[in-house]
Nanobody, 121 residues
Framework: QVQLVESGGGSVQTGGSLKLSCAAS?????MAWFRQAPGKEREGVAA????????TYSDSVKGRFTISRDNAKNTVYLEMNNLQPEDTAMYYC?????????????????WGQGTQVTVFL
């Protein structure tokens, strides 16, 4: 099981940007970001497969967020632009083998501890 450590969360004004990082103790072909707001289910935000040329996003963040990875460092990133109050949540890094049904939490083999993102007006 790979260990995941997220960083980069914080508080930002509406329209601002943040970049999250997730350092992994080993390689997994599919890396993803999820988020969970209070009282809501954990939802998939973005996923990236292999060398990084295959990415996918939830409709709510498409065009604003960018997922990337550096396999030499076993690190995955989530660059978030034009942040909105509805993006406020705990953000989790996730790892699994393969990205089939990437947003289904049942198939995630490793989770990070989470990093809080708060967007204020």
């Amino acid at each position: 099981q790979v260990q995941l450590v997220e960083s980069g969360g914080g508080s930002v004004q509406t329209g601002g940007s943040l970049k999250l990082s997730c350092a992994a103790s080993g390689y997994r072909s599919c890396m993803a970001w999820f988020r969970q707001a209070p009282g809501k289910e954990r939802e998939g935000v973005a996923a990236i497969l292999g060398a990084g040329d295959s990415t996918t996003y939830s409709d709510s963040v498409k065009g604003r967020f960018t997922i990337s990875r550096d396999n030499a460092k076993n690190t995955v990133y989530l660059e978030m632009n034009n942040l909105q109050p509805e993006d406020t949540a705990m953000y989790y890094c996730a790892a699994r083998s393969g990205c089939y049904m990437w947003s289904d939490v049942r198939f995630i083999s490793s989770w990070g501890q989470g990093t809080q993102v708060t967007v204020f007006l």
